[in-house]
């Protein structure tokens, strides 16, 4: 029996071997691919479910179901040490939170599918937490929900919101400084700025109008149909290039801004998403961009200067409080309004 | 029918243009809508003469519909606000004129818009319009804000001829009314034209109905007819275009030319290095009021028609405007040559498009479907194009990787350029100026404001113009603007949003709009209170419990135009009732500057103070009338384009 025992053993070592050199590690195993794998002698199943038995004792193997079928899947050496030092509890608790994998499991969700007593299981999860196997998240989707994964693991962008939330917060700072990085990088690429020689030329023929703009770079749009305005991996390799990011950015994140930005009315995609364009020309943008820092915590009419107009918005109905309540003979009226006069002198005043 | 707000403004038009007895009679039948005259008498408290000389003056004017029913023979009386608004928008359209074709047009229809309508035989005895005069420049004016409409017309009306200065030049009467004409500026009046649309409908289709052919017919055949016959009857009944047979080859005449004259660009086709920047001799140009007599003078010599009775054609000028629109939107990031470009396609166009849109109200927002323009074949714009503009100049060359100073396209440089584009201005005239115009106007159909469209028919290239397309992009930037305004440009981008994709929870709105909690939460709040985006509530059960519902905010440009739109009139109200006030604070003074002998010798009778304090208050009303033509630019975009 012994001797049996001691077999089955080496035969499940080796049967282990097998799988790790001829299969990667997320494969999974059916009882077809073990008999392939020809290790069982006479492709004995009897002996093969022992084997696999004695795997799955040793945390080795994990056992799965899969549409009524019994499947495998195999796990490190490693971390089949760290099993074996849990204590079945913490063993269950640990499998749960493995099978969620980058997206994590709430608590609640752990204690129903484990139906250990909330003590327990807050022991088991401390200690889990203490040996560093498994680590706390934040879901974006649901801040309030206290949620686990395993470690060793980085969450998924459905938990994190993507490469634009920093511990489930939208970095607004972040965002603007890469946003406005990338409009910039777009625009010095989707203007054709007109090379210095040839523009002392333009000063001498051109009337006025060009002189005026002499010291200032000139650029011109290129054609329709120009092909050389920067691709979304051009973008993204611009931005892991330029050092703004503490972390490389994937496409989805750069296009994710890209989108934020055309709705910004800066950038337009061409092509279906293929290409982007700037509105403005580099130096616009950087005037822009420069301008908008000191806005900040200036009063309004400041601010609104720079903002494009209409007779809505320049008139002092357009911004009147009590806009609804005006009427001729009214508490508010065109007559008694106090808007008016000083609107008028600042109209005359320039 | 008509909204407070607007109905508010239109009386307080007429009452600045035409007094008190004209507001009082337009109110009731604006607050009654349509009236016989016993019962107009009686609402308006007004003797019979008054009423009788009042309403045959706005009838005039077209201020008021009449219309005899044939069933029970009494006349009706209705107010026409189109006709009352549209007097606000009086000096704009002089303005036009006047850039468009001199400055004696814009007086011939300054005359005509002053009369309402007037016969040929009028316009002649005019002495105003028998000779050119100098206008004197009026303190308006000089302020470099917008000529306004009704002050102009005030003057006019009121100041005698004596002091202008009159040059001996022959009359240009029929040619300008020529001119006018060609252009659609002006049209024929018919009789149709003093009864409401409303009116002229019913009549067209009671008249198809009783006739024995249709009244055969049965159900919706019958009445698929009648709407077609009487659309076609109202037409020809209120068609008074005259157009016909004074344009040639698609251009008006009296048109002004990009060109200098004739066919000289294409017969000295090398560009001698001086005239670099074009579009300056353009300027130049002076109106004198004789572009007309370069061509075509036989068909001058024939005079108008004198029985002809002409009103202006308001339909017709709201293309104008709005084509105007359109070039200032092309004028924020096109290059100058394209800019020229769309200004000749769109005249082009202008000459065929007889109204700006075919349905009574601006249809609801995807409801709506593309109208293009006329096509214009390329050719035709190449004729237009000034043949000394410089093209190539200001776009950027098509291969992505640029050497320095392989940009020798302009024509200066011709010795030193090497490789490519030489080939331009070795032949302006051929086909290449042709490839380069087609280039610019490809450049303005590049997202995001798609200004023009190719269109090849039968391997022909033609350009058009999307019109309902951009008629809504204009909506939409006045209304961008007043939120970037308001709520910052945060806002703005959630609107954006919003309008892409519809209505979305606060959620799916975050990650689209990238915006933090907070900021999102308040703009949205604010916005909501301002009534420009909405909330949805979607139940998930029938308890309809605060926290099983979904929450879905959407953007509404309709709801918000409309809103805004009635904002806007109210605004005008607003501006025009303080220049009432601030006239009556002064009154005393006013009325010594308007004395009859002080009027027009202020420089005599007034003290130096007295004459700052009246360029003061000439500034300050000029001021508020250019307001009030500003909000009138918006209320174009909102109702008209």
């Known amino acids: ?350 | 029918m008509m909204s407070q707000c607007s109905a508010e403004l239109c009386m307080l038009l007429i009452e600045d243009n035409f007094g008190e007895l004209f507001a009082r009679i337009f109110t009731v039948l604006q607050r009654y809508e349509r009236l016989t005259l016993p019962r107009l008498k009686f609402y308006a408290r007004l003797t019979d003469r008054q009423l009788h000389h009042g309403l045959s003056a706005m009838i005039q004017h077209h201020l008021i519909y009449h219309f005899t029913s044939l069933d029970d023979g009494n006349t009706y009386y209705e107010a026409n606000p189109q006709a009352a608004y549209s007097l606000v928008r009086s000096g704009k359209i002089l303005q036009l004129v006047e850039n468009r074709l001199g400055e004696y047009a814009a007086q011939v229809l300054e005359a005509i818009m002053m009369l309402g309508h007037s016969s040929i035989a009028h316009l002649e005895t005019l002495p105003e319009l028998k000779s050119k005069k100098q206008r004197i420049p009026n303190g308006v004016h000089h302020d470099g804000i917008k000529a306004e409409g009704e002050e102009e017309v005030e003057e006019d009306s009121a100041a005698p001829n004596g002091d202008h200065a009159e040059s001996e030049e022959p009359a240009h009467l029929h040619p300008t009314l020529k001119s006018l004409a060609s252009h659609g500026y002006i049209h024929r009046l018919r009789e149709a034209h003093f009864q409401s649309p409303n009116d002229n409908w019913l009549n067209a289709s009671r008249i198809v109905a009783s006739r024995p052919d249709v009244k055969q017919m049965k159900g919706k055949q019958q009445a698929a007819e009648i709407e077609q016959k009487a659309k076609d009857m109202v037409k020809e009944k209120t068609e008074g275009d005259l157009s016909r047979g004074l344009i040639y080859n698609g251009i008006p005449r009296g048109a002004k030319r990009k060109r200098n004259h004739g066919n000289s660009g294409s017969s000295n086709p090398a560009p001698n290095g001086t005239n670099g920047v074009n579009g300056d001799h353009v300027d130049d140009e002076v109106e004198e009021g004789n572009d007309w007599s370069d061509d075509e003078d036989d068909v001058d010599s024939i005079p108008m028609d004198s029985n002809l009775i002409v009103r202006v054609n308001y339909e017709k000028l709201d293309v104008a405007l709005r084509n105007t629109r359109f070039l200032e939107l092309a004028e924020q990031d096109a290059p100058s040559a394209s800019v020229e470009i769309y200004d000749c396609l769109l005249r082009r166009i202008e000459y065929q498009t007889p109204r700006c849109r075919d349905t009574f109200e601006i249809p609801r927002e995807g409801e709506e479907g593309e109208q293009y323009s006329v096509p214009i074949q390329l050719s035709s714009i190449v004729e237009d194009v000034d043949p000394h503009l410089d093209l190539a100049g200001c776009i950027g060359p098509m291969e992505p990787s640029t050497v320095l100073n392989r940009r020798g396209k302009r024509p200066l440089d011709d010795d030193t350029n090497g490789v490519n584009g030489d080939e331009h201005e070795d032949e302006p005239s051929g086909k290449n100026r042709a490839y380069e115009i087609d280039q610019h106007l490809s450049i303005l159909s590049q997202p995001p404001l798609n200004l023009t469209t190719k269109h090849v028919i039968s391997g022909l290239p033609t350009w058009r113009v999307a019109f309902r397309g951009l008629a809504r992009k204009l909506r939409h930037l006045e209304l961008e603007r007043m939120i970037e305004s308001r709520y910052g440009d945060v806002a703005l981008r959630v609107v954006r949003v919003l309008h892409a994709k519809g209505k979305l929870d606060e959620k799916r709105l975050q990650e689209i709009s990238l915006l933090p909690f907070k900021d999102l939460r308040q703009t949205l709040a604010s916005m909501q209170t301002g009534g420009f985006v909405d909330l949805q509530e979607v139940p998930r059960d029938a308890q309809r419990q605060p926290s099983k519902t979904i929450y879905l905010w959407y953007y509404d440009p309709d709801r918000v135009c409309s809103s805004i739109l009635e904002d806007t009139y109210k605004a005008m109200s607003r501006c025009l009732q303080r220049i009432k006030f601030e006239r009556s604070r002064e009154r005393d003074f006013l009325e010594k500057t308007e004395r009859t002998d002080v009027k027009g010798h202020e420089e005599e009778f007034l003290s130096e103070a007295e004459l700052e304090h009246l360029r003061n208050w000439k500034a300050k009303e000029a001021l508020l009338l250019a307001e009030v033509s500003r909000l009138d630019d918006m209320v174009a975009v909102f109702r008209d384009y």
């Not at chain 1, 030329?201 to 050389?228: C, F, M, N, Q, W």
Request: proline share 5%; glycine share 6%.
């Open chain 1, 1 to 350: 029996m012994a001797s049996a025992g001691s077999q089955v053993a080496e035969l499940a070592s080796k049967l282990y071997d097998a799988c790790v050199n001829e299969f990667d590690p997320d494969h999974l195993f059916y009882q077809n691919d073990f008999l392939n794998l020809k290790v069982i002698p006479k492709n004995d199943v009897a002996l093969l479910l022992e084997c696999t038995q004695s795997l799955v004792n040793q945390n080795l193997f994990r056992l799965l179901q899969k549409d009524g079928k019994l499947t495998w899947k195999l796990i490190d050496r490693e971390d089949a040490e760290k099993l074996r030092n849990l204590t079945p509890d913490e063993a269950m608790v640990y499998n749960v939170i493995h099978s969620t994998e980058r997206t994590g499991i709430w608590v609640r969700h752990i204690g129903n599918r484990t139906n250990l007593h909330k003590s327990i299981l807050d022991r088991c999860l401390k200690s889990l937490e203490g040996k560093n196997y498994i680590k706390s998240l934040h879901n974006v989707k649901y801040p309030s929900r206290k949620m686990y994964m395993l470690a060793g693991l980085a969450p998924s962008e459905e938990v994190t919101g993507g490469a634009w939330f920093t511990d489930g917060v939208l970095d607004a700072n972040f965002i603007n400084s890469v946003a406005g990085y990338i409009e910039y990088t777009v625009s010095r690429k989707s203007w054709y700025e007109v090379p210095a020689s040839d523009r002392k030329k333009r000063i001498k023929t051109a009337s006025g109008k060009a002189e005026v703009r002499s010291d200032e770079k000139t650029y011109l749009p290129y054609p329709h149909g120009y092909t050389g305005y920067p691709t979304v991996a051009q973008i993204t390799s611009a931005v892991n290039d330029s050092g703004i990011t503490p972390v490389r950015l994937g496409e989805e994140s750069i296009v994710q801004l890209l989108e934020m930005l055309c709705y910004d009315n800066k950038l337009v995609a061409l092509g279906n998403g293929e290409w982007y364009r700037s509105l403005k020309n580099p130096e616009a943008v950087k005037a822009n961009q420069s301008r908008k820092a000191p806005i900040e915590g200036d009063d309004l009419s400041v601010a609104n200067k720079h903002l494009v107009k209409n007779g809505m918005t320049e008139a002092p109905c357009g911004q009147c409080p009590v806009f609804k309540l005006c009427a001729p003979g009214g508490a508010v009226s065109p007559e008694t309004c106090e808007y008016f006069d000083p609107w008028l002198n600042n109209g005359l005043g320039f």
